[in-house]
Antibody, heavy 120, light 110 residues
Framework: EVQLVESGGGWVQPGGSLRLSCAAS????????MTWVRQAPGKGLEWVSA????????YYADSVKGRFTISRDNSKNTLYLQMNSLRAEDTALYYC?????????????WGQGTLVTVSS | QSALTQPASVSGSPGQSITISCTGT?????????VSWYQQHPGKAPKLMIY???NRPSGVSDRFSGSKSGNTASLTISGLQAEDEADYYC??????????FGAGTKVTVL
C-alpha cells in the first residue's frame, strides 16, 4: 500500500525557514517523480514544485522559485522541501504527491499534508 | 502563471450528467494533451480522476470522462451520485515546464 507521510510543518516568522519531509513507502521510490502542492486555508490547490525520480530534473512555480528547493534521498525514500525567506502568503497545507511515472507527471497518491503558518 | 478558469459551482440532480469546463491558453491547456482532473472532499487529500485529458486511473469509475477542444478541457460526470459532491480541480502542464491548477469547481448534488 502506498503511503506518504509529511512532517516538518509549523509556525515560523516572515523571513524564516522550514524544511518539510515526506516519508514514502509501498512503492519503488526512485522510479517515480514527486511533487509538492499547497492549499491555503479555504482556497484552491497551488502546484509548488516537482522532482524527477532520479533527482536529475527539478521544477518550480514562479511564486517560490529562488526561495524553495526540492530534493530527495532515494536511499531513505524521503522527499524534502527546503523553504527559505518565507512570506505570509506561503501559509498553507503542504501536500506531497507521487507521480504516475519517473518523469514529470500527474500525481496518483497524496499524503494528508503538513500545515505551515507564516506569521509574526 | 495564471490559474486556469473554472466555473465556481455546478449542480445537478442524482442520475443527471454535468460538465465542468477548464479554460486556459495555448501555453497550457491548448498546447499539450496533459490535462488532469482531481476530486477533493472536505478535509481530504485530492484524488486523481483523469490524466492526459481522457485517461482514468485504475479504480476510478467510468462515470467520469474527460475531453479537450482548443484551449478548453472538460470533465463530465455521468449518472451523478451523492458521493460525487466535492470540489474538482483541473491541472495542466505548461510551456514553462510547470503545472497550473484551476481555481476549482464545487459540485453540488441536489
Amino acid at each position: 500500500e502506498v503511503q506518504l507521510v509529511e512532517s516538518g510543518g509549523g509556525w515560523v516568522q516572515p523571513g524564516g525557514s522550514l524544511r518539510l519531509s515526506c516519508a514514502a513507502s509501498g512503492f519503488i521510490f526512485s522510479s517515480y517523480a514527486m511533487t509538492w502542492v499547497r492549499q491555503a486555508p479555504g482556497k484552491g490547490l497551488e502546484w509548488v514544485s516537482a522532482i524527477s525520480g532520479s533527482a536529475g530534473s527539478t521544477y518550480y512555480a514562479d511564486s517560490v522559485k529562488g526561495r524553495f528547493t526540492i530534493s530527495r534521498d532515494n536511499s531513505k525514500n524521503t522527499l524534502y522541501l527546503q523553504m527559505n525567506s518565507l512570506r505570509a502568503e506561503d501559509t498553507a497545507l503542504y501536500y506531497c504527491a507521487k507521480g504516475l511515472s519517473t518523469g514529470f507527471s500527474p500525481s496518483d497518491y497524496w499524503g494528508q499534508g503538513t500545515l505551515v503558518t507564516v506569521s509574526s | 502563471q495564471s490559474a486556469l478558469t473554472q466555473p465556481a459551482s455546478v449542480s445537478g440532480s442524482p442520475g443527471q450528467s454535468i460538465t465542468i469546463s477548464c479554460t486556459g491558453t495555448s501555453s497550457d491547456v491548448g498546447g499539450f494533451d496533459y490535462v488532469s482532473w482531481y476530486q477533493q472532499h472536505p478535509g481530504k487529500a485530492p484524488k486523481l480522476m483523469i490524466y492526459d485529458v481522457n485517461n482514468r486511473p485504475s479504480g476510478v469509475s467510468d462515470r467520469f470522462s474527460g475531453s479537450k477542444s482548443g484551449n478548453t478541457a472538460s470533465l463530465t460526470i455521468s449518472g451523478l451520485q451523492a458521493e460525487d459532491e466535492a470540489d474538482y480541480y483541473c491541472c495542466s502542464y505548461t510551456s514553462s515546464s510547470t503545472r497550473v491548477f484551476g481555481a476549482g469547481t464545487k459540485v453540488t448534488v441536489l
